[in-house]
């Protein structure tokens, strides 16, 4: 069975760019979950699907951060625009079989300049 | 509110020697807690979880945990280090049916020859 797939894996932006990231969950899962990830922060949460409905969207992420997902097996992240704060890893994740376990994406790293 | 602390943000230890990761959770009801690891340039990966009942899991490549209730605690530990286990190990919470899933900071690993 496939993973969590996430494209591209590595990302190169100037500042005021805007830039999508995608993320394919694993087939059948219903909960998807965009992270990001810094060393001074750690993981925080940036948004949360279930069944495609858009259930928390990361509060101080609103304004420059997008989630969307188009269909039950795609989803992406807009970031627009960009600011090189936001240069991190961008983790996705799915959830599904009535289990808690979390499944990762390898990640896409952002750079920003 | 819910917190994960993970109070060694390094430890390192000789190849072969006994390993533990402490974690400590504060959390309102039963928890359910979970061990990951992150590899170089990888998401995520369960190691173990512990879903109430034997206070003792088990989880991949000869990791065990504990959760003790009394001390707010849920320690790793491996009693022989290998090479390949050089990473960083998050600890995380959640609750039954939640989603909100609150990850420590994280303790990176490094293993000496």
């Known amino acids: 069975d496939a993973g969590v797939t996430q494209t591209p894996r590595h990302e190169v932006a100037e500042k005021g760019q805007t830039i999508i990231l995608k993320c394919e969950p694993v087939?059948?899962?219903?909960?998807l979950f965009w992270y990001r990830q810094t060393k001074i922060q750690g993981l925080e949460l940036l948004s949360y699907?279930?069944?495609?409905?858009?259930?928390?969207d990361g509060g101080a992420f609103k304004d420059r951060f997008k989630a969307e997902m188009l269909n039950s097996s795609f989803s992406t992240l807009k970031i627009q625009p960009t600011e090189p704060k936001d240069s991190a890893v961008y983790l996705c994740a799915s959830v599904g079989g009535g289990q808690n376990t979390l499944y990762f994406g390898a990640g896409t790293r952002l750079s920003v300049l | 509110a819910q917190s994960v602390t993970q109070p060694d943000a390094r430890v390192t230890v000789s190849e072969g020697a006994s390993l533990q990761l402490r974690c400590k959770y504060s959390?309102?009801?039963?928890?359910?807690l979970f061990w990951y690891v992150q590899y170089p340039r990888q998401g995520l990966q369960l190691l173990l979880k512990?879903?109430?009942?034997?206070?003792v899991v088990q989880g991949v490549n000869g990791f065990e945990a504990e959760f003790s209730k009394s001390n707010s605690s849920f320690h790793l530990r491996k009693a022989s280090v290998h090479w390949s286990d050089w990473a960083v190990y998050f600890c995380a919470v959640t609750r039954t049916g939640g989603y909100k899933v609150v990850f420590g900071s994280g303790t990176r690993l490094l293993v000496s020859p």
């Open positions: 699907f279930r069944s495609k409905s858009l259930m928390e």
């Open positions: 959390y309102f009801g039963t928890p359910y």
């Open positions: 512990y879903y109430p009942g034997d206070p």
């Open positions: 087939s059948g899962h219903n909960d």
